[in-house]
């Protein structure tokens, strides 16, 4: 090949490419960049609150799993029986359920059970004054709601996915994704 003055001896480049719909593109590879900016106070508030929330549901999601399963089993097998046999079938699933989360469960911090709560009615469609009224009696219920009370929480709180425990509804969705 003759030499010509217009092109140099580095006039050609060979890069990788990629095609994308018929066109031939030049790609490379960047080196990583890291931005990093002092946080403002409320964002690191938001943080530290996002950061608690989703720590919580992490700790109580599983046993708020359990309970939607062991709740909707129990209510499965009670629609066939009479009254007698319903208390004495209660009973013994509640023997077996204290011995199995009475340990862990009493570990939790306020504001974890304030979030087990929240997911025990998500996973159930039914809050936890309900739940405890249908099983153990309106008095019960009563007690503990007072309990519930007096360290600033509910067992009547609602669960709203969409507006008032969106970021819940998000944690849980995270979480699932790793059950699967």
Same mark, same amino acid.
């Given at each position: 090949?003759?030499?010509?003055? $217009?092109?140099?001896?580095?006039?050609?480049?060979?890069? =990788?490419?990629? @095609?994308?719909?018929?066109?031939?593109?030049?790609? +490379?590879?960047?080196?990583? @960049?890291?931005? %990093?900016? =002092?946080?403002? $106070?409320?964002?690191?508030?938001?943080?530290?609150?996002?950061?608690?929330?989703? !720590? /919580?549901?992490?700790? %109580?999601? =599983?046993?708020?799993?359990?309970? #939607?399963?062991?709740?909707?089993?129990?209510?499965? &097998?009670?629609?066939?029986?009479? =009254?007698?046999?319903?208390? &004495?079938?209660?009973?013994?699933?509640?023997?077996? *359920? &204290?011995?199995?989360?009475?340990?862990?469960?009493?570990?939790?911090? @306020?504001?974890?059970?304030?979030? *087990?709560? &929240?997911?025990?009615?998500?996973? %159930?469609? !039914?809050?936890?004054?309900?739940?405890?009224?249908?099983?153990? +009696? #309106?008095?019960? /219920?009563?007690?503990?709601?007072?309990?519930?009370?007096?360290?600033?929480?509910? *067992? $009547?709180?609602?669960?709203?996915?969409?507006?008032?425990?969106?970021?819940?509804?998000?944690?849980?969705?995270? @979480?699932? $994704?790793?059950?699967?």
């Amino acid at each position: 090949m003759p030499f010509n003055p $217009r092109w140099g001896p580095n006039d050609t480049i060979i890069v =990788p490419i990629y @095609v994308m719909e018929g066109d031939t593109l030049p790609s +490379g590879w960047l080196q990583y @960049v890291f931005v %990093t900016a =002092p946080m403002s $106070r409320e964002a690191r508030k938001r943080y530290n609150k996002w950061t608690r929330l989703r !720590n /919580a549901v992490y700790v %109580t999601y =599983p046993y708020a799993r359990k309970a #939607g399963l062991i709740i909707n089993d129990i209510n499965f &097998k009670m629609e066939s029986m009479n =009254p007698g046999q319903r208390k &004495k079938y209660l009973l013994s699933r509640e023997k077996e *359920l &204290k011995n199995e989360f009475t340990g862990p469960l009493t570990k939790l911090s @306020v504001y974890q059970g304030r979030v *087990l709560m &929240k997911l025990i009615n998500r996973q %159930t469609g !039914n809050n936890c004054y309900e739940l405890v009224k249908e099983y153990r +009696g #309106g008095l019960s /219920a009563r007690f503990w709601q007072t309990v519930a009370f007096f360290f600033g929480s509910s *067992l $009547r709180q609602p669960y709203d996915a969409a507006v008032e425990d969106r970021e819940i509804e998000l944690i849980v969705q995270e @979480v699932e $994704r790793m059950y699967r």
